[in-house]
């Protein structure tokens, strides 16, 4: 009974056949609490969605309602209990046999045995260790995919944000080049013009109607991957706020950052603990190659009644196999987790460096259209008056205009690009790099939740 009330019991679990997607109404009862956050600018905001969210509320979000984020942390749940049962002593074996004598005058004889297999208990020490390592790696790669999925509610956040500013001014320019068309058309049919120029009115017409349904389709397709991304239902409209510009990173800061990398950045702390695994499974297999052994006491009685007790050794003699083949498989996954920590760490270096020569590429660019910006807009309101006094001839003013809206789209669109560089950046780097997204500021020096 004993035994038994120590046991686990079994108990059903049906699958669900709802959709448990997020709603609407369910989004308003989400309390999260900030100190599970797995970044500093996260841990000191506040989750509020009643009037919106921020690019960190959306963040927040992501890490506590992300389908895949489950998935991850069940992986842990599983790396424990696997850490748990590496810790457990072998259980004992008893073994008992009888015998019963088909002649008169003999009594039953029997034999009671007790073991325990001592090389389990010599091998614990480094399986455990080995165990427990695997946790701390798994432990880390779930902070790192916390930190990948930060990063894709960040952009996908900032490309929602921009395709809402793109849009009115695309419809502008589709109705634009409408009306141009449309105009041009009627001047066609009343001989006034040529045909050459309706064709090229009709070819910018149909241009600027492609792109405005193309950013269309893009819009949605944001709404889907993000709706996606924070485990919500299809239906639910998020409201966005907050500021996007992105603010320039000290060179200063980025290089220290790269120098900390081996010591901040989740996935090459999971490496390093995965390869402290296999250090153990190692040492593991080499401790293997001794003889396993199982000792053990015996008590016995024969069919005339003599009692008898005593030991039993079981001992494997290391001639063949001596556990070779595992001890070299183990060695050369060694040399494997150690030249995938390397190159992971290289390409780190890699990516940080690409990543601030193409910002430099893109804060030049940006600053030359935002130059050039003033001009144009001053040139479609000069536009604007001109063609209100009947001054200045439709198409003139059309081309005016249209130059305008295009610029504002471009500089939205390098804005956006810029800031989605920067959130690479914390994507690579964590909070080294400060959140100038939201208006929360937070100390970098303050570790991410004790992780």
Not at 36 to 58: C, K, N, Q, W, Y
Not at 86 to 108: F, N
Not at 280 to 295: C, G, N, T, W
Not at 317 to 327: A, D, H, S, T
Request: glycine share 4%; aromatic share 6%.
């Amino acid at each position: 009974m004993l035994f038994i009330t120590s046991c686990t019991w079994y108990h059903r679990e049906p699958l669900s056949a709802q959709d448990t997607s997020t709603s609407a109404r369910s989004l308003e009862r989400i309390r999260i609490d900030p100190s599970t956050m797995p970044l500093p600018e996260l841990a000191a905001h506040r989750f509020d969605p009643s009037d919106g969210l921020d690019i960190v509320e959306v963040s927040m979000l992501a890490v506590a309602n992300n389908p895949d984020l489950k998935l991850a942390r069940d992986d842990l749940g599983i790396a424990r209990a696997q850490a748990f049962a590496a810790g457990l002593l072998p259980d004992p074996q008893l073994s008992i046999s009888s015998d019963y004598p088909g002649a008169a005058g003999y009594m039953r004889a029997f034999n009671y045995g007790l073991s325990m297999d001592v090389m389990a208990i010599v091998t614990r020490g480094a399986n455990k260790k080995s165990a427990d390592a695997s946790v701390a790696k798994t432990d880390l790669g779930l902070l790192w995919q916390e930190w990948q999925v930060v990063a894709q509610a960040k952009q996908l956040f900032l490309k929602a944000r921009l395709q809402n500013e793109t849009l009115p001014l695309l419809q502008q320019q589709r109705d634009l080049t409408r009306t141009r068309y449309e105009r041009m058309a009627e001047a066609r049919r009343d001989g006034n013009l040529t045909e050459d120029a309706l064709t090229a009115a009709l070819t910018a017409y149909s241009d600027a109607r492609k792109q405005y349904t193309d950013a269309q389709r893009a819009a949605e397709q944001t709404h889907h991957d993000l709706n996606a991304l924070l485990g919500l239902a299809p239906d639910v409209q998020l409201v966005l706020k907050g500021d996007d510009d992105a603010a320039p990173v000290d060179d200063a800061t980025i290089d220290e950052a790269v120098a900390a990398l081996p010591k901040r950045r989740p996935d090459l702390l999971a490496l390093q603990a995965g390869y402290e695994a296999q250090e153990e499974k190692y040492r593991a297999a080499i401790l293997s190659q001794f003889p396993s052994l199982s000792v053990g006491f015996v008590r016995a009685r024969d069919t005339s009644e003599i009692y008898t007790s005593g030991f039993q050794v079981s001992l494997s003699l290391p001639i063949f196999n001596r556990n070779q083949g595992n001890v070299a498989i183990e060695k050369a996954t060694r040399q494997r987790l150690r030249d995938e920590y390397q190159n992971r760490l290289n390409q780190a270096h890699a990516d940080v460096a690409h990543l601030r020569a193409d910002t430099a590429i893109l804060a030049r660019e940006l600053e030359q259209t935002e130059a050039a910006l003033p001009g144009v807009d001053s040139d479609a309101r000069d536009a604007a008056q001109a063609w209100a006094d009947h001054d200045l001839a439709f198409g003139a003013y059309a081309d005016a205009q249209s130059a305008a809206l295009t610029k504002r789209v471009e500089v939205a669109t390098l804005r956006e690009s810029l800031a989605e560089q920067r959130v690479a950046l914390q994507a690579l780097l964590g909070s080294a790099i400060p959140d100038d997204f939201s208006s929360t500021h937070v100390n970098t020096a303050t570790q991410t939740n004790g992780k």
